[in-house]
């Protein structure tokens, strides 16, 4: 945790953190953990910090659009004790789950650089390091895809990302992928309420 938050491997990130933090001082502004259990069997990786989401409150996907839908399907599903989350100190609580970013800070315009993200990337290396030996991991988004191969050194041609497909990764990991719940995948009907619940169906059978 602490040398997460010390790290300067991406200076365009770390200015852009230190000019988040003069606009907003009560924000975290800070590279943003995980959160959950780190020998969860269902890892959740997702792009990067919102600006006024993960960046403000230092939890991933904590306080913004993208977060509420997301949270209310791991209710729904036994993954967390509460379908809302808006504050670090709000009480959700995952259940053998944990949320997490393949880019810990925030990227100007949510757009990380190629360098940024693989800099990021032993970080979500050691992510998936701890996870119970027969985890499943879903990718929001094709960065986030790409990110877990490249954590687990596998080829980037020979699992595409597609929404709701599944890859085995060894004899009892698994990824899953979905598109990103953000609020622009939902406003343009690239993804819906449907779509995504059916990935947390497939989730619960692979885990069973």
Request: contains cysteine; hydrophobic residues 40%.
């Amino acid at each position: 945790m602490n040398e997460l938050h010390r790290c300067q491997l991406c200076p365009r990130l770390a200015a852009y953190r230190f000019e988040q933090k003069s606009r907003f001082p009560d924000y975290h502004c800070l590279p943003v953990a995980g959160f959950g259990a780190a020998d969860a069997r269902l890892l959740i990786v997702g792009l990067a910090p919102g600006l006024h989401g993960a960046n403000a409150t230092g939890r991933p996907f904590t306080g913004d659009a993208s977060g509420q839908m997301l949270f209310e399907m791991l209710h729904k599903y036994g993954f967390a004790n509460q379908p809302w989350s808006r504050s670090g100190d709000d009480g959700m609580r995952l259940v053998d789950c944990r949320i997490t970013n393949a880019v810990k800070c925030l990227p100007p315009q949510n757009r990380p650089s190629g360098d940024e993200i693989r800099q990021c990337n032993p970080y979500l290396r050691d992510e998936i390091s701890q996870l119970h030996p027969a985890a499943v991991i879903l990718a929001l988004g094709a960065i986030a895809h790409r990110s877990v191969l490249r954590a687990l050194a596998l080829p980037q041609n020979g699992m595409r990302f597609q929404h709701l497909a599944e890859h085995p990764l060894s004899a009892k990991l698994s990824l899953i992928d979905s598109y990103h719940c953000s609020r622009y995948n939902f406003n343009t009907g690239r993804l819906n309420r449907s779509m995504f619940e059916q990935v947390f169906k497939n989730i619960v059978g692979l885990l069973r």
